[in-house]
């Protein structure tokens, strides 16, 4: 198992479940080599499981989870392209967005659901509305 790490460039404003993103978001989405055709469904989805403990729960073993998939609303965490999904380099792909000033203390993992792809997928993670050297941690 190998890991890699890749910047790309994505110039497009991500309006996720009817409102645009501003601020500060962490942003993932797919990639897949080789490439989809243009008008195909993506193969794909993320989801991702938000893992928190509340102050009222004092034991370091208990915590709080969600799970989010295609069919959820994201809007507690930040947003998704679900209902509209976004052309990526390699084809469409669904965009999750973590709002980390509303998420402070929150632990998500993403988890690639793949349906039929016989190929390369990687997720994609990126910041948006961060400038300079702010490290991700320090935004919210």
Known sequence: ??????????????????????????????TYDPPIMPNQQPPAEIEIIDAYRPKHIE????????IFDSQ???????GSTYANYV???????????INPAVNKNHVFYFILRN??????????VITSGLSGSTRFDEIG
């Open 1 to 30: 198992m190998s890991m890699s790490l890749q910047i790309s460039y994505l110039r497009q404003d991500i309006s996720t479940e009817s409102k645009k993103l501003g601020g500060h978001y962490l942003q993932a989405y797919l």
């Open 59 to 66: 034991s370091p073993d208990m915590c709080i989870y969600s």
């Open 72 to 78: 959820s609303d994201f809007t507690s965490v930040g």
């Open 87 to 97: 052309i990526g380099p390699t084809g469409l792909t669904p965009v999750i967005a």
């Open 115 to 124: 349906h039929d792809y016989n190929g390369l997928i990687n997720i994609n």
